[in-house]
């Protein structure tokens, strides 16, 4: 990711609007790569790229002027996995370093929508900061594409059919704008995306800035809890370069489980000297930004030491996020991953969990995430766990 530009992936099936959002974003003030557009570009009569295309398909899919024949070389392509493949391997280099060129030349305070037809397919959602999905039910898509594009109706629906489903998007999609009203309605929906969400998500990347969750509000449960934390690992394992170990902790970790409105995430690290190097600015940039000062769970009893860590939050002013940076197999990193799995396994210690929860919220709401360290509940739910875990024989 560009260090401080935020970049908003912007797909949606053929015929559901897309461009009418991106456009809208464009007026806005966003800067449009249209990936599109690029694929066009870069088999441009005179290019290597178009020179690569017809070295691989002949010269059968040129026009008489020498131009790309995108119909002829459509009926090669199409339904042929093979072809498909190929011609993939000679555009989507070309399209993502042109993309790369002019996110970089965008100013440093921009947001940068990729608008790309093909992004869930491709595998880039963990390339952005957010993805928008636009979707549109596919009678309304049909009728678009027979009225504006003059396909036939058996046409637009191979079409549709060759794309990811409205399923396949919605597990990548941070943002579902419906698109099966008005213009207007469109419009006024893209408006408030952008003056709530992107505009203050791209000021606190841009100076480090992460939303404080309120640990107080016990909300849900919400069952999008584990695909939203999908995403956000699927992101932070993008920005970390490497495979890393990420793991859903914390009371949305819990299946059924009300709780406050954050997710919690354990990021393993082989030491704190690595979680405060490159990995440190490249979570930053990817709207992961480090909390300032020293940080440390409480210890359980009968541990003496405070248990170190980092922390990081989310830049991102609807998802609060908590990013707990651990040594592997250190105390702390431990007993998340043995509180949450002892809690998923036994129904009535996640009863007695919720309870306290509340008890705690309803007494001092400022101070509940605090209780959780002094309140004796929990060190002896930890006693309690570690039993669990020598019955059964579990391993973090």
Known sequence: MTVRVLKVGLTGGIGSGKSAVASRLAALGAVIVDSDRIAREIVAPGTDGLAE??????????????????????????????????????????????????????????????????????????????????????????????????????????????????????????????????????????????????????????????????????????????????????????????????????????PGLAAPDVIDIQVTVSSLDEADGPLAQRLADAGFPRLPGEWWDAPRQPEPVRWAKRLHGGADPVRPVRLHLREAGSPGWRYALLMRDHLRADPARRADYLQVKRELAAAAPEHAAWGTVTDPWFDEEHLRAEEWAAQTGWRP
Do not use: C
Not at 104 to 131: M, Q, R, S
Not at 221 to 230: I, L, M, S
């Open 53 to 254: 295309v017809v070295a691989a398909f002949s010269e059968k899919v040129l026009d008489a002027d020498g131009a790309l024949d995108r119909a002829a070389l459509g009926a090669l392509v199409f339904g042929d996995e093979a072809a498909r493949r190929t011609l993939e391997g000679i555009t989507h280099p070309r399209v993502r370093a042109r993309s790369a060129e002019l996110v970089a030349a965008a100013p440093a305070d921009a947001i940068v929508v990729n608008d790309v037809p093909l992004l869930v397919e491709v595998g880039l959602a963990p390339t952005y900061h957010l993805v928008v999905v636009v979707q549109t039910a596919v009678p309304t898509r049909m009728a678009r594409l027979t009225r504006d594009r003059g396909m036939t109706p058996a046409e637009a629906q191979r079409r549709i059919a060759a794309q990811a489903d409205d399923a396949t998007r919605s597990t990548v999609a941070d943002v579902l704008l419906a698109n099966d009203g008005t213009l207007t309605e469109l419009h006024a929906a893209v408006d408030v995306l952008w003056r709530d969400r992107l505009l203050p998500y791209e000021h606190n990347v841009r100076e480090r800035r992460a939303v404080p969750p309120d640990p107080a509000a016990l909300v849900g449960p919400d069952p999008t809890w584990p695909e939203q934390y999908a995403r956000l690992a699927a992101r932070i394992r993008h920005a970390a370069g490497r495979d890393i170990r990420v793991d859903h902790v914390g009371s949305t970790a819990v």
